[in-house]
């Protein structure tokens, strides 16, 4: 059925289904292997610890795995990317120490190192000028929605098995090779870049490690950004259930009311991401700042039921927005030099993978030596 429609509309489809697929049968993952690791014999602690392994090594590997996939080519990477988090699927139905829970998770991370810059690279190309942006909110709009699934599957998953942790792992396997079958079969790689040997200017000539030294400046900046952004983003994120819980005395059928409207926030994200191709990427690119702290505002000043609802709301439009406007902002910078687009791309990832990385952290203990009002009025600040 596919293969009737034009090569562009098939090809974003396959994004589209590779980013829904992969998080659906991740997802699982995120919610079932903190269980198996308490399971393992694991503390609270190391939990925590082996939990962000994954996070750490895609940070440190992005700008390698970038520089790979310039040269193998994208839909290679990308293809041995889904391989390798499919085994990592494996590696966890099998795991039997704590040892080679992190192995998995590791592995994980390098798969993520792998995986981000080809596509990233891939969305870019497919998108061109014009709608580089609502290619990335379709496949944003696609790997939210599995992610809300998901976490329910899981849950479903683990009470179909009574608790059969492995059943649940070879299940996400064979989700996982549905991405691998729609990649393979739809998404083709785009032409290598070729440059064309020029005359190079004379201040380029006399001073390349002039020019050198201010790419690098300009990349570390976008990676500041990135990193600051998702920092001030993600001080919420993975604390919101005690937000809700501890602090706005949510209970727990009304949190499962709020996390249903993440869903219906999701479906935004293609009119953020038309409006960043054909209106202002830079300010639809600020709106992830000015969510972050509108939301703040309103968990600090109403904190209850209506008031957390509004903030999660808000917060949510405010991550719809910023995918795509970022996914645009690192198409245009790769841009410059597409030979070597993918590595540029992991690098300005990974400060977008540290600010994730670095946001719970901050938060947690700004809550243990403070509150959270404190912790909120910090990332009204920081944003």
């Keep these: 059925m596919l293969r009737k429609l034009p090569r562009a509309d098939r090809t974003l489809l396959a994004f589209v289904a590779e980013g829904f697929f992969s998080r659906l049968s991740f997802g699982i993952l995120t919610f079932v292997v903190p269980l198996y690791a308490l399971q393992q014999g694991m503390d609270l602690a190391t939990i925590g610890l082996f939990l962000s392994v994954n996070v750490v090594v895609s940070i440190a590997l992005k700008p390698v795995m970038g520089a790979l996939a310039d040269r193998a080519g994208y839909r290679r990477s990308l ?6 988090r499919s085994g990592v699927t494996l590696v966890f139905a099998f795991a039997a120490t704590p040892a080679a829970l992190f192995a998995a998770r590791a592995l994980h991370g390098v798969s993520i190192a792998l995986r981000d810059p080809a596509l990233g690279a891939l969305l870019a190309e497919h998108g061109g000028k014009k709608k580089v942006a609502q290619s990335f ?3 944003q709009t696609a790997k939210s929605l599995a992610g809300n699934g998901s976490k329910i599957a899981g849950g479903l998953l683990l009470a179909a098995t009574g608790g059969d942790f492995q059943l649940v792992f070879l299940a996400a396997f064979a989700l996982s090779l549905v991405p691998l079958h729609v990649v393979v079969r739809h998404v083709r790689e785009t032409p290598p870049y070729r440059s064309v040997v020029r005359p190079a200017p004379a201040a380029v000539v006399e001073a390349p490690r002039t020019q050198e030294r201010l790419e ?3 990349i570390a900046s976008f990676a500041g950004l990135g990193l ?8 919420v994120g993975p604390m919101f259930p005690i937000i809700m819980v501890a602090y706005a005395g949510v209970s727990l059928d009304q949190a499962g009311l709020i996390y249903g409207l993440s869903g219906l926030v999701a479906l935004t994200a293609p009119g953020f991401g038309w409006l960043a191709d054909n209106v202002s990427n830079k300010l ?3 709106l992830r700042s000015a969510a972050n702290i509108g939301s703040s505002a309103l968990y ?3 904190p209850n039921l209506a008031g957390v609802a509004a903030g999660r709301v808000v917060d949510d439009l405010g991550k719809a927005a ?7 902002l690192m198409a245009d910078v790769s841009a410059l030099d597409k030979r070597r687009r993918a590595r540029l791309m992991g690098y ?3 400060g977008e993978d540290a600010g994730e990385a670095l946001g719970p952290i901050l938060a947690g203990l700004l809550m243990s030596i403070w509150t959270i009002p404190v912790m909120l009025g910090a990332r009204i600040v920081l944003a």
């Design 79 to 84: 293809i041995a990317a889904i391989l390798l």
């Design 137 to 139: 909110a379709w496949w």
């Design 216 to 218: 690098r400046s300009a």
């Design 228 to 235: 600051m952004i998702s920092l001030t983003a993600y001080m």
């Design 284 to 286: 639809v690119l600020s």
């Design 300 to 302: 600090i000043v109403a």
């Design 322 to 328: 910023f995918k795509p406007a970022w996914g645009k």
């Design 348 to 350: 300005m990832s990974s």
